[in-house]
């Protein structure tokens, strides 16, 4: 069992930055691949990024590339997104998710947070 904390979400201005955080209890966290997803209101939730057990692989969806970057360190059992020149249609509840399987674009992870709140004002 894997539990997940996520935190950094807010408010922000359009072209601002945010950087999450997302903390995994136990000890094997390496072991599992890590995801960043979100939703918006009324629409599905869909992937944004994703990285290996390593962190020597990683996945960003086109619609963030070069604006977000994902990373990880296993030694403080956390994943990060860095977001930057956040615009108004990336306000949504994010979450991160873990998976024993790296598997980039898909949404059905094994473990999932309770998400946090990015708002980008325009």
């Known amino acids: 069992q894997v539990q997940l904390v996520e935190s950094g979400g807010g408010l922000v201005q359009a072209g601002g930055s945010l950087r999450l955080s997302c903390v995994a209890s136990?000890?094997?966290?390496?072991?599992?691949?890590m995801g960043w997803f979100r939703q918006a209101p009324g629409k599905e939730r869909e992937f944004v990024a994703a990285?290996?057990?390593?962190?020597?692989?990683?996945y960003t969806v086109d619609s963030v590339k070069g604006r977000f970057t994902i990373s990880r360190d296993n030694a403080k059992n956390t994943v990060y997104l860095q977001m930057n020149s956040l615009k108004s249609e990336d306000t949504a509840v994010y979450y991160c998710?873990?998976?024993?399987?790296?598997?980039?674009?898909?949404?059905?992870?094994?473990?999932w947070g309770q998400g946090t709140q990015v708002t980008v004002s325009s």
């Open positions: 136990g000890r094997t966290f390496s072991r599992y691949a």
């Open positions: 990285i290996s057990g390593s962190g020597g692989v990683k």
């Open positions: 998710a873990a998976d024993e399987r790296y598997r980039p674009l898909k949404t059905d992870y094994q473990y």
